[in-house]
């Protein structure tokens, strides 16, 4: 199907706004899919859309905050367009949908609906319903099961970096999370749809997959052989699918790292030298306390273990600070354990109470401006870190996936193995259509990004 034909008169805009983890961004790109054989098409300008679904997440409070501040904006829209007789439906979707579903319409009465993660293949319907204007439609039920097996086969052309939700949801109930309430228990979508979804992906020209999960290391699918397998397993079958030429997975949990996965890492050449393996804590009180079920020194070993069988590997990672009971000297523990790891690149976050969550009840609250100046403090270790690792960088040849152009004319953009963006100019002679996957000499850091020169062939074949 051609999906650039004559405008459809009747075609009307969508505009979707995603916040939070990748799977909101994937979940994102199925509503898009869902929605596309009604006549909607994609816009950036809420002034122009007949329908916005604001794609929310509530893992921090800031996050959801947002939420409503959009909403507030979206009502003077909806209103402006009323007046000119144009009709805007407001959905909201993600984790705050799921976790305040009702309360939403009552604070934000102009939300036509309400639609928890695991209901999208229902927005078809939810739409007439909404159109019907029989006040709000409000859909937050579970199991994961039913979307995947309802939301649409074909995905659309995605260019060379996909993402592919493999599982969804969380059993690991960690103290501070909301995850496990938003997205409910763990599924595994079975082998076969995702290898189907894979070879979609690639015919479409995907060259990269990113598989994603809440837990994703936690997969155990049914598998064509009717056994069930685990990741590592997944990942050998997906590096045969021809045009597929990188592999990552994200978000994994130490505790899932098994030895198959681990051994996978030195084996599976399109498996990328990166792990993002969220650690949140040094110190065993506090792992104690957010219930994450492992010690540092498991993190310590599997960080040795995944070097030895891939020396390059780049590690990444999550910290919270300020988690209550987390006293002066955890915090300590969490320094060492940084600086023993060493780390590319980490994301961290000061401790968000979270309505429901154990941690939200737990004592030794932990004040505002000594999260402060812990997060500060981990901030400048972790990001002197990150300069250190993409200045060691410099100098050496490696393969650049092509992206897209760069900002300046004559540039290309692309992706290191370790997911660094780098940019370089179109040599004379050289070729880099998005999708190739190009040998580059990583010459300069930059705050955002490395630059980088092509590397001939000809001047490969004499290096
Ligand atoms: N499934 C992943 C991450 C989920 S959320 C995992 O298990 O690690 C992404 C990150 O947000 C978490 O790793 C954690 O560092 C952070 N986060 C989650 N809840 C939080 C809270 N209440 N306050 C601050 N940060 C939080
Ligand atoms: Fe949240 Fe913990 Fe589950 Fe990660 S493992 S999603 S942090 S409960
Ligand atoms: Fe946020 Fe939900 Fe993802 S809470 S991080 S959007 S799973």
Redesign the pocket.
């Known amino acids: 199907m051609s999906t650039t034909g004559p405008a459809r008169p009747n075609t009307r805009k969508l505009l979707i706004r995603t916040?939070?983890?990748q799977?909101?961004v994937y979940d994102s790109g199925r509503m898009a899919d869902i929605l596309a054989p009604l006549g909607y098409a994609p816009t950036e300008s809420a002034e122009e859309a007949d329908m916005v679904i604001l794609n929310?997440?509530?893992?921090r409070e800031k996050?959801s905050e947002k939420v409503f501040s959009d909403l507030g904006r979206l009502r003077e829209t909806k209103k402006a367009r009323a007046a000119e007789g144009r009709e805007t439906v407001i959905a909201v979707a993600?984790?705050v949908a799921q976790a305040e579903g009702a309360e939403i319409t009552a604070r934000a009465p102009w939300v036509d609906i309400v639609l928890g993660?695991q209901t999208y293949h229902r927005l078809p319907e939810m739409v007439a319903r909404a159109s019907r204007a029989a006040g709000a439609v409000i859909e937050t039920d579970f199991p994961a099961e039913d979307k995947f097996d309802h939301l649409p086969e074909a995905r659309g052309p995605q260019g060379p970096v996909a993402f592919l939700t493999i599982q969804e949801g969380c059993d690991k109930f960690c103290s501070f999370c909301?995850?496990p309430y938003?997205?409910g228990a763990e599924f595994s979508r079975p082998a076969a749809a995702i290898l189907a979804e894979a070879r979609q992906l690639a015919a479409n020209g995907a060259r990269e997959i990113a598989l994603l999960g809440?837990n994703v290391n936690a997969w155990a699918g049914a598998s064509p052989d009717g056994n069930s397998w685990r990741l590592a397993r997944l990942l050998r079958e997906l590096a045969e699918i021809p045009g597929v030429a990188r592999l990552r997975y994200t978000t994994s949990h130490p505790r899932d790292m098994d030895d198959d996965l681990i051994a996978a890492h030195g084996e599976i050449p399109a498996l990328m030298p990166y792990l993002h393996l969220p650690v949140q804590s040094g110190s065993d009180r506090v792992l104690a306390a957010m219930n994450r079920g492992h010690k540092a020194d498991l993190y310590l070993r599997l960080a040795d273990r995944l070097r030895e069988v891939r020396p390059d590997i780049a590690l990444t990672s999550d910290f919270i600070v300020g988690h209550p009971g987390e006293t002066a000297k955890d915090f300590e523990d969490t320094m060492r354990l940084v600086e023993q790891v060493g780390f590319a690149g980490a994301y961290s976050f000061k401790y968000s109470a979270r309505p429901g969550t154990p941690a939200a009840a737990q004592p030794g609250a932990v004040a505002e401006a000594e999260k402060d100046t812990r997060l500060q403090a981990l901030q400048a270790l972790l990001r002197q870190q990150q300069d250190d690792f993409n200045r060691a960088c410099v100098g050496r040849v490696v393969d650049v996936l092509i992206t897209g152009t760069g900002r300046h004319p004559g540039q290309v953009a692309g992706r290191s193995p370790w997911l660094q963006p780098v940019h370089a100019p179109l040599a004379h002679g050289g070729a880099a259509p998005v999708g190739a996957v190009v040998p580059m000499q990583l010459r300069a850091t930059h705050p955002n990004s490395l630059s980088a020169t092509m590397v001939l062939p000809e001047e490969s074949a004499a290096a």
């Open positions: 916040w939070g983890c799977m909101n929310t997440c509530h893992i996050a993600g984790c993660p909301v995850v938003t997205r809440q």
